[in-house]
């Protein structure tokens, strides 16, 4: 079960291309001037299944997924069942955001698991003097895009850097 806020449909702003986010509930790390601030409060969203959200997901065949909040990574052991699920179903690619730096979920088990099933993790807190609204798919230049796959291979951070010319990451 993922206490859900909303699930958002053909969303393009989380992710290149067409993409189904969840929006969860829960997150400890209260970033100020945070843009989903009732997203803090995990009793704010609907306890929903996973069988029920990847019924959703696998309702648009063509729609990539992004899990964000809140924080997914409050939620890992859900999430990571439900990553599992998509990757058994389809080849849609999964992309997270989380204000956790991606070097301290590696030492959590639970968000160890839900990291090993992601593609794109966009890491670190939003910080307002870092805000920049000419970067791709993040708030503030502190947060990174990060490879998760090639991470996880190398034992290094493997960043993607987007631009105008290259807004779409080859994985």
């Known amino acids: 079960m993922i206490s859900v806020l909303s699930v958002i449909h053909d969303t393009m ?3 290149p291309g067409f993409r189904t986010s969840i929006y969860c509930a ?3 790390n209260h970033c100020p ?3 989903n601030p009732q997203s803090w409060d995990i009793n704010n969203g609907t306890m929903t299944s996973t069988e029920d959200l990847l019924k959703e997901i696998m309702s648009d065949p063509f729609a990539n997924v ?3 909040g809140g924080d997914p990574m409050f939620q890992a052991e859900g999430f990571a069942e439900l990553a599992r699920a998509i990757r058994k179903e389809s080849s849609k690619d999964i992309w997270c955001f989380t204000g956790y730096k991606y ?3 590696l030492k ?3 968000q160890r698991a839900l990291l090993e099933q992601i ?5 670190g807190p939003f910080i307002k003097a870092l805000a920049d609204k000419d970067l791709f798919f993040r708030g503030s230049s502190n947060q990174r895009l990060i490879n998760v796959k090639k991470s996880l291979a190398t ?3 493997v960043e993607l850097h987007l631009t105008k010319d290259n807004p779409t990451p080859v994985l």
């Open 13 to 15: 702003v989380d992710g």
């Open 26 to 28: 829960g997150c400890p």
């Open 33 to 35: 001037e945070c843009h």
């Open 66 to 68: 992004t899990f964000s």
């Open 103 to 105: 070097e301290n979920l």
């Open 108 to 110: 959590n088990p639970a």
């Open 119 to 123: 593609d794109v993790l966009v890491d």
């Open 155 to 157: 034992g290094e951070v």
